[in-house]
């Protein structure tokens, strides 16, 4: 089984200054690793995802986010947040197989707050 | 446009009632999930369905139901069995490593 921790449940930021999102998994086999976003009473949408190759990833709105296999970790990175950053971010994972099935396994979220 | 529609956006139901919670998707996607959202606890997996007529369980299924008998539809009845029901569901399809995800219907029970 696959599990997640995002290390922090509230980053308060100030708008223009860069921001890290934390997040650790454990799995006992290799895994794909995804950043979604949520706005208040909405779905999730997609930032980025790691599959393979480069450990840096490359996502929307500006964010990145780099795997480390032997931390275990998949931290999310922005260096210069707007106030429509604002948001919940959840790290997700799900183990490599074939065909379309995809669980995913959740973080408890991270609410990011951008001030003025 | 393609994409997941939840329907309706809020629910309000009495104790005891069972209710079914809408998803339909015209992504074409065989894969389709429910999943349930509770404040400062993320996204926890209730049922899952690979194919039409199949379905799984997920982490949380107690008290809840689905059925496949549609490739674009996967409806989710929440019975009076569930015990602690008012939260946000959200649906999703999955193909190719991408999840995609419907705008989530509030249920509360009152």
């Known amino acids: 089984a696959q599990s997640v921790t995002q290390l922090d449940s509230q980053v308060p930021v100030f708008e223009e200054a860069p921001v890290e999102l934390r997040c650790n998994y454990s799995?006992?086999?290799?895994?794909?690793l995804f950043w979604y976003v949520q706005y208040p009473n909405q779905g999730l949408q997609l930032l980025l995802k790691?599959?393979?190759?480069?450990?840096l990833v490359k996502g929307i709105n500006g964010f990145e986010a780099e795997f480390n296999k032997s931390q275990t970790s998949f931290h999310l990175r922005k260096p210069s947040v707007h106030i429509s950053d604002t948001a919940e971010y959840f790290c997700?994972?799900?183990?490599?197989?074939?065909?379309?099935?995809?669980?995913?396994?959740f973080g408890k979220g991270t609410l990011l707050t951008v001030n003025p | 446009d393609g994409g997941i529609t939840q329907s309706p956006k809020y629910l309000f139901r009495k104790e005891g009632q069972n209710v079914t919670l809408s998803c339909e998707q015209n992504?074409?996607?065989?894969?389709m999930y429910w999943y349930r959202q509770d404040p400062g606890q993320g996204l926890r997996l209730i049922y899952y369905?690979?194919?039409?007529?199949?379905?799984q369980k997920g982490d949380i299924a107690e008290g809840y139901s689905v059925s496949r008998e549609k490739k674009e539809s996967f409806p989710l009845t929440v019975t009076s069995a569930q015990k602690n029901p008012t939260a946000f569901y959200l649906c999703?399809?999955?193909?190719?490593?991408?999840?995609?995800f419907g705008q989530g219907t509030r249920l509360t029970v009152v």
């Open positions: 999703a399809s999955s193909v190719n490593t991408e999840a995609f």
């Open positions: 799995s006992s086999v290799s895994v794909y």
């Open positions: 790691y599959l393979s190759g480069s450990t």
């Open positions: 997700a994972v799900t183990r490599r197989r074939g065909g379309s099935n995809y669980k995913l396994t």
């Open positions: 992504l074409n996607h065989d894969a």
């Open positions: 369905s690979q194919i039409v007529n199949d379905f």
